[in-house]
DNA sequence: GCCACCGGTGGC
DNA sequence: GCCACCGGTGGC
């Protein structure tokens, strides 16, 4: 509705199988409020089946979210679609089975959020192997700071790159020319929030990984106790999980640790814009008994907001500058990025004695 | 036994 | 309330 700052956002659905955004269920309608938009309300989808678990990422992806309260201000957010699907909840609609299928989309058409593979879901395949998975990041959007339209990023590694430097290079339609896409602001969104996936409004300014480091995000299952984990896999395949682990990584592979800084590590997850996706820690208090409060009453006060300092921050696109332009394909890491202000872990880095800073 | 995932909490 | 961290464990 009205106008916000620019986004990022990621897509949760990818990689995992997703249903089909055929609203199995869909209300759309709805989230057009400043509901926290989707929950693909009951899409649910079979996460997973062993056959689909290819390799693709998926695309595909939200517009202009519309959380009315215009504060949210400019930010990566995460968008996802639900992955997740009880046993229960396959029993339940085993008849509506034919109607479903999963849908992978592929990173590497770029730019476009045509489904390259389908597949049925096949109601023998285990069970067991459908239920539990939690969500996984399906694409990548950026809202264009002039436009407000979101934008498939095509890539993890762009969107990483367009991530460490929004504050400074504002996203706009644009650049989506670096990958050989002609888009304007005149042009439909990529992407339209319509409820069928999970958003999340991103940190800014996290720095890539190192070359040779991967940045993982892993997101939980709703109803989680937080919304996901950060985990950086380490040239050599290691899994690091906090800052002390890669600082004690480095210092058992000083082989590894050179030119290394722990700045470049962050472990700041996204934020969910679903307002209840992460179960909030249970208050002390003695009045109610939460068990039978109605969840959507929950949490009245919407945005009443903690964590605004971080809108805060994103909020003002600066002048476009042109961030990883320069052509030869070459990523504009190497440039040390700015520390984002908040990142609380590259600050504490600094407390770390490892000598490789 | 490993590891992906989850819960919990101290400290800010 | 959020973040950083880490312990526990179910399922492979």
Redesign the pocket.
Known sequence: MQSRSPKITIKMGGKRPEIAPLNVNGNHETLEKDQTTLEGPSVHSHSNHETLEKDQNALEGPSVPSHSDGKETDQNVLDGSLSEYSSEDEDKDNDKDKDKQIVLYDYSLNGTSEPVKTVKKHKSD?R??FS???PEVGAFTVQCANCLKWRLIPDQEKYEVIREHITEQPFTCETTRQWNRDVSCDDPTDLEQDGTRIWAID?PSIAQPPPGWKRLL????E?????A???YASPTGA?L?????VVKYLKDHPEHAQGIRLERF????P?PLKENY????P?MAASTSPEYLEPSLAVPVQW????KK?DVQLAEPLSWAGPMENNDGVPAYLKTPELDP?????K??KRYDINCL
Request: aromatic residues 6%; proline residues 6%; charged residues 45%.
């Open positions: 285990k067991v192997s539990r998975r939690p940190k892993r997101l939980r299952r109803g989680s106790s937080k919304f984990d950060v985990y899994k999980r906090s800052l002390p682990d962050s472990f700041q997850i934020r992460v179960k909030k820690r208050k009443a907001g903690p964590e971080l908040v990142n609380r872990a590259a504490k880095a």
